[in-house]
């Protein structure tokens, strides 16, 4: 089995920051892309960043100059480093790894159970 555990969400002034972790673990054969997406109240889950292997990152216009993925391979881990943060940032942070599963030998999307990030002052 399959989970993606996230952490780090939580709320924060405008132009604040905070930096959101997310561990891929259980029944993983090969771990391509990791990303995030988020979730307004309202509103469709949309693409905040992703990566994969030997890229700098695919970002979402809104957040470019002030949001930066990263990953530790080694761990299965990836990171968003969320600068300059503003209300309209407020969402659901949902993490999202495509991989194959050991068991199954399939390649699929996974998602984490998510975390609040809520800009307010």
């Known amino acids: 089995q399959v989970q993606l555990v996230e952490s780090g969400g939580g709320l924060v002034q405008p132009g604040g920051s905070l930096r959101l972790s997310c561990v891929a673990s259980g029944s993983i054969f090969s771990l391509n892309a990791m990303g995030w997406y988020r979730q307004a109240p309202g509103k469709q889950r949309e693409l905040v960043a992703t990566?994969?292997?030997?890229?700098?990152?695919n970002y979402a216009d809104s957040v470019k100059g002030r949001f930066t993925i990263s990953r530790d391979y080694a761990k299965a881990t990836v990171y968003l480093q969320m600068n300059s943060l503003k209300p309209e940032d407020t969402a659901v942070y949902y993490c999202n790894a495509n991989l194959v599963d050991l068991r199954t030998g399939v390649r699929g999307d996974y998602w984490g159970q998510g975390t609040q990030v809520t800009v307010s002052s």
């Open positions: 990566t994969t292997s030997g890229s700098t990152g």
